[in-house]
């Protein structure tokens, strides 16, 4: 079975979920958090211990990145080719995206709607500078995700693998972040609108904690003030990060233009108290979790405040899986040559080198069949076939007199002398051999030429093979046409002439039967046309048709048929030499 592994990675915390299976049935073997250090050398060590104690591959791991740094966008193109799309998508958003460079950031689509000239896209534009930072710190940690997705697609590939999204009503997907909460309306189980609220649990980035600060001077009752402190503000930063929240949700759901009606907004991601179990604008918001019985598919006993947490690495590793519905590629741009060539580079080396190996071996293996074939093979062959040919005390010779220039070979062979190239010809039977079978066969046209059997006059086309073949038709399409044949034929003619020239006409009478003279006749038309399709087929014409007494077929009379035989030799020659390969 598959393994897939999915990496959420926020600000200061992250998620890992390790699934074991299939598209749809998965098994779960994993799911950890655990905090991010922003201030160490390397924030990801927590990231790295996790991967490396549940033995996590570099294959199939996908990353979930924080949808606050980035933007959406609606754009209409007069496109409808993915790649052109790709060529031009840039250039067009460009303008949308005055706050960045558009060489500093990364864009993705979504397919909308589109008809056959224009296509509606959600575009997706990312900083590459966020997409290295979390690349990064997985690379170090030992995971290399092949693709990078936001929290809105992880999400929404999480809510349908979860049914949640039925095509008869429209819902709303909040993920709840450190510092953003990102939202997506769904319509008719269609992505309807993408956008990103910037306030999360945590409220904004936070500086240096008062905590932080305290000194070895500090008395306990000091320590204990600055807790009560920060609690305190904690308290501030969530009501003022629901309160925002809320608005902006009321904000999307009416500004939202769907079909359906929006009956239900589910959250995930971290626990904002007063969120969920409340409404907005009287829609109910309710908990969407990866886990639990809400996923029957897969078991796993977790805190109910905890179980939204891992949505979106959920979703990343179903994907890896192929369970996905939307499939963003943010990492495209740097893996177009590095995803390609880098990522077989090794494999293909050790491919090669065992390949070689093999190569070798067989080379060494064939070359010894090949010097016993020499030896036992081909040269005992040599030895008694010379002594057949030449007569000694135990075999008859056949060749009498034996050709001097083959006496002469023979002699050469008894002897060890080599040929022209100085070579023995004991040293390559084989070779040897084939020299007796050239001259053999000089001495066999020699003899041929003596007795006047000229191989190149050739027997003209046979007039039995050329009615056969206009017969064969007609009995294929015996229940088609339902032919009687009164009279046939057939001479060969051009003969003497050049060989293309040359071919048979069969002549012959016939009755089509049929229920109808129209029936008859298109069942005339149906011969002549497959006549034409014939390989061996040179030239037809029509001739006088006459009805029968009871209009029920037709009288053919003396329908000629030219017929080429040299192509029928021809195709079963072809045929031969396929079947025997």
Same mark, same amino acid.
């Given at each position: 079975?598959?393994?897939?592994?999915?990496? $959420?990675?926020?600000?200061?915390?992250?998620?890992?979920?390790?699934?074991?299976?299939?598209?749809?049935?998965?098994?779960?073997?994993?799911?950890?958090?655990?905090?991010?250090?922003?201030?160490?050398? $390397?924030?990801?060590?927590?990231?790295?211990?996790?991967?490396?104690? $549940?033995?996590?591959?570099?294959?199939?791991?996908?990353?979930?990145?924080?949808?606050?740094?980035?933007?959406?966008?609606?754009?209409?193109?007069?496109?409808?080719?993915?790649?052109?799309?790709?060529?031009?998508?840039?250039?067009?958003?460009?303008?949308?995206?005055?706050?960045?460079?558009?060489?500093?950031?990364?864009?993705?689509?979504?397919?909308?709607?589109?008809?056959?000239?224009?296509?509606?896209?959600?575009?997706?534009?990312?900083?590459?500078?966020?997409?290295?930072?979390?690349?990064?710190?997985?690379?170090?940690?030992?995971?290399?995700? +092949?693709?990078?997705?936001?929290?809105?697609?992880?999400?929404?590939?999480?809510?349908?693998?979860?049914?949640?999204?039925?095509?008869?009503?429209?819902?709303?997907?909040?993920?709840?972040?450190?510092?953003?909460?990102?939202?997506?309306?769904?319509?008719?189980?269609?992505?309807?609108?993408?956008?990103?609220?910037?306030?999360?649990?945590?409220?904004?980035?936070?500086?240096?904690?008062?905590?932080?600060?305290?000194?070895?001077?500090?008395?306990?009752?000091?320590?204990?003030?600055?807790?009560?402190?920060?609690?305190?503000?904690?308290? $501030?930063?969530?009501?003022?990060?629901?309160?925002?929240?809320?608005?902006?949700?009321?904000?999307?759901?009416?500004?939202?233009?769907?079909?359906?009606?929006?009956?239900?907004? +589910?959250?995930?991601?971290?626990?904002?108290?007063?969120?969920?179990?409340?409404?907005?604008?009287?829609?109910?918001?309710?908990?969407?979790?990866?886990?639990?019985?809400?996923?029957?598919?897969?078991?796993?006993?977790?805190?109910?405040?905890?179980?939204?947490?891992?949505?979106?690495?959920?979703?990343?590793?179903?994907?890896?899986?192929?369970?996905?519905?939307?499939?963003?590629?943010?990492?495209?741009?740097?893996?177009?040559?590095?995803?390609?060539?880098?990522?077989?580079?090794?494999?293909?080396?050790?491919?090669?080198?065992?390949?070689?190996?093999?190569?070798?071996?067989?080379?060494?293996?064939?070359?010894?069949?090949?010097?016993?074939?020499?030896?036992?093979?081909?040269?005992?062959?040599?030895?008694?076939?010379?002594?057949?040919?030449?007569?000694?005390?135990?075999?008859?010779?056949?060749?009498?007199?034996?050709?001097?220039?083959?006496?002469?070979?023979?002699?050469?062979?008894?002897?060890?002398?080599?040929?022209?190239?100085?070579?023995?010809?004991?040293?390559?039977?084989?070779?040897?051999?084939?020299?007796?079978?050239?001259?053999?066969?000089?001495?066999?046209?020699?003899?041929?030429?003596?007795?006047?059997?000229?191989?190149?006059?050739?027997?003209?086309?046979?007039?039995?093979?050329?009615?056969?073949?206009?017969?064969?038709?007609?009995?294929?399409?015996?229940?088609?046409?339902?032919?009687?044949?009164?009279?046939?034929?057939?001479?060969?003619?051009?003969?003497?002439?050049?060989?293309?020239?040359?071919?048979?006409?069969?002549?012959?009478?016939?009755?089509?039967?049929?229920?109808?003279?129209?029936?008859?006749?298109?069942?005339?038309?149906?011969?002549?046309?497959?006549?034409?399709?014939?390989?061996?087929?040179?030239?037809?014409?029509?001739?006088?048709?006459?009805?029968?007494?009871?209009?029920?077929?037709?009288?053919?009379?003396?329908?000629?048929?030219?017929?080429?035989?040299?192509?029928?030799?021809?195709?079963?020659?072809?045929?031969?030499?396929?079947?025997?390969?």
């Amino acid at each position: 079975m598959a393994r897939s592994c999915g990496i $959420h990675l926020g600000t200061r915390r992250f998620e890992i979920v390790i699934l074991d299976g299939g598209p749809k049935k998965q098994t779960l073997v994993a799911a950890v958090a655990g905090e991010l250090d922003p201030n160490a050398d $390397h924030p990801g060590k927590a990231l790295k211990e996790a991967l490396a104690k $549940h033995k996590v591959s570099k294959e199939n791991v996908g990353l979930v990145i924080d949808a606050g740094g980035a933007a959406f966008r609606r754009l209409t193109l007069p496109l409808t080719d993915a790649t052109k799309i790709e060529q031009v998508l840039k250039f067009e958003v460009e303008k949308d995206l005055p706050q960045w460079d558009i060489d500093d950031v990364v864009a993705d689509h979504l397919v909308m709607a589109s008809n056959d000239i224009s296509s509606d896209l959600l575009v997706t534009a990312v900083p590459k500078e966020d997409l290295g930072a979390a690349l990064a710190i997985c690379e170090w940690a030992g995971a290399e995700p +092949y693709e990078v997705e936001l929290e809105t697609t992880a999400m929404v590939n999480a809510a349908f693998y979860s049914d949640l999204c039925p095509i008869d009503t429209a819902q709303v997907l909040v993920h709840v972040g450190e510092h953003s909460t990102a939202v997506v309306i769904i319509d008719g189980g269609q992505v309807n609108e993408m956008r990103v609220v910037h306030s999360g649990a945590l409220g904004a980035q936070p500086s240096e904690s008062s905590a932080e600060e305290a000194t070895e001077e500090d008395t306990p009752q000091d320590v204990a003030e600055v807790a009560r402190g920060q609690e305190q503000e904690q308290e $501030h930063v969530n009501r003022e990060a629901l309160r925002r929240i809320r608005r902006e949700l009321g904000r999307s759901i009416s500004a939202a233009r769907t079909r359906n009606d929006i009956e239900a907004v +589910y959250a995930c991601g971290l626990n904002l108290p007063g969120l969920i179990g409340e409404s907005v604008m009287d829609i109910p918001v309710e908990e969407m979790s990866a886990f639990g019985p809400e996923a029957s598919r897969i078991k796993q006993d977790l805190p109910a405040e905890e179980r939204g947490r891992w949505v979106v690495a959920f979703g990343s590793a179903l994907r890896e899986l192929g369970g996905a519905k939307l499939s963003p590629r943010l990492r495209r741009e740097n893996l177009t040559y590095a995803g390609t060539w880098e990522r077989v580079e090794f494999p293909l080396a050790v491919c090669s080198l065992l390949l070689a190996t093999l190569l070798a071996v067989m080379f060494i293996l064939q070359q010894k069949e090949l010097m016993t074939l020499n030896v036992h093979g081909a040269g005992q062959w040599a030895s008694y076939s010379n002594a057949y040919m030449k007569g000694d005390r135990n075999v008859l010779g056949k060749l009498s007199p034996l050709p001097d220039d083959i006496r002469a070979f023979l002699k050469k062979l008894e002897g060890g002398e080599g040929g022209s190239d100085g070579k023995p010809f004991s040293d390559d039977y084989y070779a040897a051999t084939k020299r007796v079978d050239a001259l053999l066969r000089t001495e066999v046209a020699k003899l041929k030429k003596e007795l006047g059997a000229d191989t190149s006059i050739q027997q003209p086309q046979s007039a039995l093979v050329g009615t056969h073949l206009v017969l064969d038709l007609l009995e294929e399409h015996q229940k088609d046409w339902r032919p009687s044949i009164r009279h046939i034929d057939a001479v060969t003619q051009g003969m003497g002439k050049s060989t293309r020239s040359e071919s048979v006409k069969v002549t012959v009478t016939l009755v089509l039967l049929a229920d109808s003279v129209q029936a008859a006749a298109s069942n005339y038309e149906a011969l002549l046309n497959e006549l034409k399709l014939q390989p061996w087929h040179k030239n037809s014409t029509r001739s006088n048709v006459v009805s029968l007494a009871n209009d029920k077929g037709l009288l053919i009379e003396r329908l000629p048929i030219e017929v080429d035989v040299s192509v029928y030799y021809e195709q079963q020659r072809q045929d031969a030499l396929e079947a025997a390969q």
